[in-house]
């Protein structure tokens, strides 16, 4: 790595911020966009997902069984003749993991909805939009929340180091992804990785958290309640003590965003901006040989 080359990312990553932060300030000027969540406000766009108990249990023990049956045949494609380890994250073993989760979850999901539903079939969108309508929507809210998420991410983390330093908790890491990310990995596992991140995991989980729990859960407690419960269990799947506040806030804002606009696609936008932005953002202090600040949730 060239010190030119080094020294035009950190030139970069500055302007990044800046950029950033300064559209959310200009945004959160705008009075017509500053309760973009719609707080305090009456809205009602989507209707609640009206199928008993027993059928929701039965559709996320199915896709638990998936999920177990995709994940323990895992091994049959990685290669442990030279006895590598399936718990030590390899890029061909991350990519192998994130499909083996996301994948059967959209299986699952699909055939619930076309063989046991039926009738009670959940339809995603009840309002028709354009995509670039949607893409510039969810880039308005990404640009104006995303400092907000960013400061929730270093508050938590400041407690959690004060909690770790009166040894009430023990120390924890960052995301295994986001550590391996920063290791000497090739173009192609971190473009792959970036597809998945980018792609395939905020469509599957935007279906599973916000088309069906939360769709689910506001039909049976108060609407901010079913928000604040199906971002926490969003957030409890990543299984990282450092990442959870944050991802219960951003679990909240695509819970907002998909009940305001009646379309699912907005949240996927918006979770497919943040991931973007936090990959962008690695590769930038990977390239730059800077240690990542672990306030990247």
């Known amino acids: 790595m060239t010190g030119i080359s080094s020294n035009i990312v950190?030139?970069?990553m500055p302007i990044l911020f800046l950029g950033i932060i300064t559209g959310s300030i200009i945004l959160w000027l705008d009075k017509?966009?500053?309760?973009?969540?719609?707080?305090?406000?009456?809205?009602?766009?989507?209707?609640?997902?009206?199928?008993?108990w027993i059928d929701v249990f039965l559709f996320l023990f199915s896709a638990y069984l998936f999920v177990l049956l995709s994940n323990s045949t895992i091994g049959l494609f990685i290669n442990?003749?030279?006895g590598e380890?399936?718990?030590?994250?390899?890029?061909?073993?991350?990519?192998?993991?994130?499909?083996?989760?996301?994948?059967p979850l959209g299986i699952n999901f699909f055939l619930f909805q076309n063989l046991f539903f039926k009738k009670r079939a959940l339809i995603l969108n009840q309002n028709k939009t354009e995509i670039r309508s949607d893409i510039i929507k969810s880039g308005f809210y990404f640009i104006q929340l995303l400092?907000?998420?960013?400061?929730?991410?270093?508050l938590w983390n400041i407690l959690l180091s004060f909690l770790q330093k009166l040894s009430l908790i023990d120390e924890f890491p960052a995301q295994a992804l986001v550590e391996l990310l920063t290791k000497d990995i090739s173009l192609f596992y971190f473009a792959l990785?970036?597809?998945?991140?980018?792609?395939?995991?905020p469509v599957i989980e935007e279906i599973l958290f916000r088309g069906c729990i939360y769709r689910f859960l506001k039909g049976k407690i108060p609407l901010i309640r079913a928000q604040l419960l199906s971002a926490s269990l969003f957030a409890l799947l990543h299984a990282n003590l450092h990442s959870f506040l944050p991802l219960v806030f951003i679990g909240f804002?695509?819970?907002?965003?998909?009940?305001?606009?009646?379309?699912?696609?907005?949240?996927i936008i918006f979770h497919g901006f943040f991931n973007a932005t936090s990959f962008t953002f690695i590769a930038l202090y990977k390239f730059a040989d800077i240690p990542i600040p672990i306030f990247f949730p």
């Open 10 to 12: 950190l030139g970069l």
């Open 32 to 52: 017509k966009k500053q309760n973009p969540l719609n707080i305090g406000e009456k809205i009602s766009s989507l209707p609640s997902w009206e199928i008993p």
């Open 80 to 82: 442990q003749s030279e």
């Open 85 to 103: 380890s399936i718990t030590h994250l390899t890029p061909k073993i991350a990519v192998l993991s994130i499909c083996a989760l996301h994948i």
């Open 147 to 154: 400092p907000l998420i960013w400061i929730i991410s270093i």
């Open 193 to 201: 990785l970036a597809f998945c991140g980018i792609v395939i995991a």
């Open 253 to 267: 804002i695509l819970a907002r965003i998909y009940e305001s606009s009646g379309n699912i696609k907005q949240s």
